[in-house]
Structure formats: C-alpha cells, structure tokens
C-alpha cells in the first residue's frame, strides 16, 4: 500500500502529472493519493479575498481547485482508479475498500491538503506517507535567505514542529499544517518529503532511498 501527497505546483506542468499518472499505473498494490491545490487555488482565492469573500469561500474555492487537480489525475489513471474525488473520510473509505486506486482533493474549508493526507493515510492504516512536495527537503533554516542553511535527512515530528516554529521554511504550511502533524504522530506514519519535480523518487523510496527528509515520530 502507498499513501502519496503531491504538491498542487505539480499540476502546473504536464509532463509531471502524466508521469505521476504512469507510476501510479505501474506500481502494484493500493495506492492513496491526495493532490493540492496548486496555482488554480491561489489564484481563485487571491480573487475572492479581494472581493471581499469570506474565509469559508475562499476554502471551498482551494477545496474544488484540488478536487480539479484529483479528476485530472484520476483520468489518466484510467479503470483502477475511483472515478471521483471523495469528500469526506467516509467516503474514501468506502471507495477504499472498492478500488485499487483512490485520490482525493479537499475535505473541508479550515485546513490544507496536507491535513487530508494524515486523515487518509490513517483512514488506510498506513506507516508511511510519501509527499511530494514543492521543496526537496527539511532545512535548518530557510534556504532562500540563508545561503548556509543545511537540509536535514531524518528528524523526529516533535523537530519538525520546533523547525516550524522558529524559521520558515519555504512552502511551510502546504508542507505540513499542524493538525497534520498531531495525526501523523500519534499513528507513528513515517513521512517522507522529497522535490515533486522527481517522480523517479517514488521509486527510488520504495526501494529504501531517502532523496529528502525522512520524519519519524
Ligand atoms: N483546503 C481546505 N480544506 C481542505 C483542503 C484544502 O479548505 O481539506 C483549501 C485551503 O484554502 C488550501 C487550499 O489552502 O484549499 C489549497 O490546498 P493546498 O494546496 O494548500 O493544500
């Protein structure tokens, strides 16, 4: 079994979403995925903050862009996969437990993608997440502004947390959010972050390599 977050950013550029589309294809087994909202969101909620729409709007807004980016990928996919995105943890337990492959976009307005990937990845009793993210790994500190900053391979939630506290990581909060955080640890998941621009990497994972962050509780 493979639980896979990928990063909204992947949706930007095609060549990737089919690659995505052909490993999950390949790979054996159940397969989770659960993708983010990507450019369409930001753009969709950029417009409705400057209208004046309200915080639950500009959520379902970022909610249906990543359910957009899920009919994307689950066409590609083909008959294995669900035919549409679930939106609630029920659902993707019912789809679960029907279909070799299910992805899902957003649950509910409140949270990120990176949250409905802890819900699902304890939905399916899975130890460890893989997520493909719009950095290639953990840093120190943040590597835009601190050319010294160092990436870090393995590190504990209770770090990761501290990390997050105290400097910025880029892409932070798409990374992890800290309801996601509370959920990965207290099933003990391993996440894996790793440059979504690397499908490869999925691959190279499953074989033991670590080519990001490996974090553990
Ligand atoms: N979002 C939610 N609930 C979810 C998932 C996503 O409200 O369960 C909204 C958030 O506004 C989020 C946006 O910033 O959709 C795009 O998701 P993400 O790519 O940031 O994870």
């Not at 909610?63 to 980016?69: D, G, V």
């Amino acid at each position: 079994m493979l639980v896979l977050k990928l990063t909204g950013r992947i949706f930007d550029e095609e060549d990737l979403v089919a690659k995505y589309a052909a490993i999950i294809r390949r790979i054996g087994g159940k397969v989770a995925v659960v993708t983010g909202g990507g450019e369409v969101a930001r753009r969709y909620i950029a417009m409705a903050r400057k209208g004046g729409a309200s915080n639950t709007f500009q959520d379902l807004l970022g909610i249906y862009a990543s359910r957009l980016n899920a009919l994307l990928l689950i066409s590609l996919i083909g008959d294995d996969a669900y035919p549409k995105a679930p939106s609630t943890v029920e659902e993707f337990l019912d789809a679960w437990r029907r279909h070799r492959v299910v992805v899902a976009g957003g649950f509910q307005p409140g949270q990120s993608t990176a949250t409905v990937a802890a819900l699902v990845a304890e939905a399916a009793g899975a130890s460890v997440l893989l997520n493909a993210a719009n950095i290639d790994a953990v840093y120190d500190d943040d590597p835009r502004r601190n050319p010294n900053a160092r990436k870090i391979p393995t590190l504990t939630y209770d770090e990761l947390e501290r990390i997050l506290k105290t400097s910025v990581v880029p892409g932070g909060y798409e990374l992890v959010d800290p309801w996601s955080i509370s959920i990965l640890r207290r099933n003990c998941v391993t996440t894996y972050i790793f440059d979504g621009r690397r499908p490869e990497y999925v691959e190279e994972i499953l074989r033991g390599g670590n080519p990001g962050s490996k974090i553990t509780c």
